[in-house]
């Protein structure tokens, strides 16, 4: 054990926390026959929760039949209506809990994965096993706490103010993680990066998939040599297999594909065998559906539903979180262990742009800064595209038109940050639809194709 380890172990018994509990109980369930039933329970507990404190469900359990005397009532679990994007919007304040001043309480914010940015409140618990989710992944790559860390990661506060809070600082140093902005990736940058990783020699790396990739494409083409780490893991966007391939055989390592929203937490990944990604199960209920609301077969695409398990502050039940999966062909993994599992993601698709320099700007700087730094709720769904190199289109459907005229020239202030001087052109529109692949797209750069 390495003194960091040592270190935040201590750390974590002194503040009371339960991060390592939550741990332990997360690697006991993972192989258990047990598994199963520990859902259904924990279920049931968020569902009594939520009819005896939260408004908004007092209503709809009750006349859903899932909640009657304090007991819950499974079998009536497909009466349960769908909580959409809207609904979240429109019942916000009826969807907290009443106990809300008692629980250590925050705001989390999401583009979100269907063009329509949403917000939701999180507390302590939900964070603490979110947390252990966290560190239950990285187990899959034999990464154990306090080895070096590097993240390929975007820093919203980097571009606002121009550095991190010191609390976040004194906790990657405890930690041994190195954050390296990747929300605009110029060949300085990249060469910058890849000096860094040979001094750190990281036994973990994380980051998103497009950057990860566009990564691995500057390090095969200059022909450097990386330190090979224990695993990197992949989130954010859409891993795709021509990708996972090339990231793994530049870095000579296993590439995990993690998938999850702001919304909820961590909600799958795959692991060393590769044979799709497994549900924790301890952190969401996932559903699965098709057009009919009926259970997907294995193989077969359908929207994704989710109820997380551990947020009492606002309990999200059948959320519509704007995704595409496919239920996995395989039972049981390879690797022995029974969480179930999804075969893929087909959601999410944000694309690189790229400035006159030459510099590559991830698609994911502009789902933070349109849909969610200055987002107050007056833009409810958006698009962006980049026409030509200095022409970026930005479809948006208006909740509040004065409100978004007041930050409009924020947001154009922060895109030039970025992009250099550029045309920004906003359409005000009705809808913006999906792809014809039934994907929504962030982002779509024309340059790049």
């Known amino acids: 054990m390495n003194w960091r380890q040592s270190a935040i172990r201590a750390l974590l018994t002194l503040t009371n926390s339960k991060i390592l509990r939550h741990l332990r109980t997360i690697q006991g369930l993972e192989k258990s026959a047990k598994l199963e039933t520990y859902t259904q329970e924990k279920l049931k507990n968020v569902l009594l929760h939520a009819y005896q404190h939260v408004p908004y469900y007092t209503k709809v359990l009750r006349q859903a039949g899932v909640v009657e005397n304090d007991d819950v009532q499974l079998e009536n679990w497909n009466h349960i209506p769908i909580l959409t994007k809207a609904t979240l919007r429109k019942e916000f304040h009826r969807l907290q809990s009443d106990d ?23 507390d302590k618990t939900y964070a603490e096993w979110n947390i252990a989710n966290k560190l239950y992944y990285k187990s899959f790559g034999r990464q154990e706490i306090g080895e070096p860390e590097l993240r390929l990661w975007s820093s919203e506060a980097e571009v606002l103010e121009g550095k991190e809070k010191l609390s976040i600082r004194l906790r990657n140093w405890l930690y041994d993680r190195t954050d390296l902005n990747t929300f605009r990736m110029t060949k ?62 530049v870095f000579k390592t296993k590439v995990y594909n993690r998938y999850g929203s702001r919304e909820v937490g961590d909600i799958a990944c795959s692991c060393q065998k590769d044979q799709g990604l497994h549900l924790s199960v301890w952190n969401n209920f996932v559903e699965i559906l098709d057009e009919k609301m009926r259970p997907c077969k294995p193989g077969k695409p359908g929207k994704l539903y989710v109820t997380n398990l551990n947020n009492y502050a606002m309990p999200l039940i059948r959320y519509e979180i704007g995704d595409v999966a496919v239920p996995s062909k395989h039972k049981r993994c390879a690797c022995g262990r029974k969480t179930p599992m999804i075969d893929r993601i087909e959601g999410r698709v944000v694309n690189m742009f790229r400035t006159k320099k030459g510099d590559l700007v991830s698609g994911g700087f502009f789902v933070h800064f349109v849909g969610s730094v200055f987002n107050t709720g007056f833009i409810k769904k958006f698009q962006v595209i980049q026409k030509k190199i200095d022409h970026i289109v930005i479809k948006v459907v208006l909740n509040d038109k004065n409100e978004f005229l007041a930050n409009k020239a924020k947001i154009e202030s922060e895109i030039r940050k970025m992009m250099g001087e550029c045309r920004i052109e906003w359409k005000q529109v009705r809808n913006i639809p999906a792809s014809k692949s039934g994907k929504f797209l962030y982002t779509i750069s024309e340059v790049m194709k």
């Open 100 to 122: 809300l001043d008692k629980r250590k309480w925050f705001v989390n914010h999401s583009g979100g994965s269907t063009g329509e940015p949403s917000s939701v409140i999180q």
């Open 188 to 249: 300085q940058d990249m060469e910058s990066f890849a000096r860094l990783w040979n001094e750190i020699e990281p036994s973990w790396v994380e980051g998103y998939a497009l950057t990860l990739h566009a990564f691995a494409q500057f390090v095969r083409d200059k022909k450097l040599r990386l330190h090979s780490p224990k695993g990197i893991i992949s989130s954010a966007e859409a891993l795709q297999p021509n990708m996972q391939r090339l990231i793994e055989k």
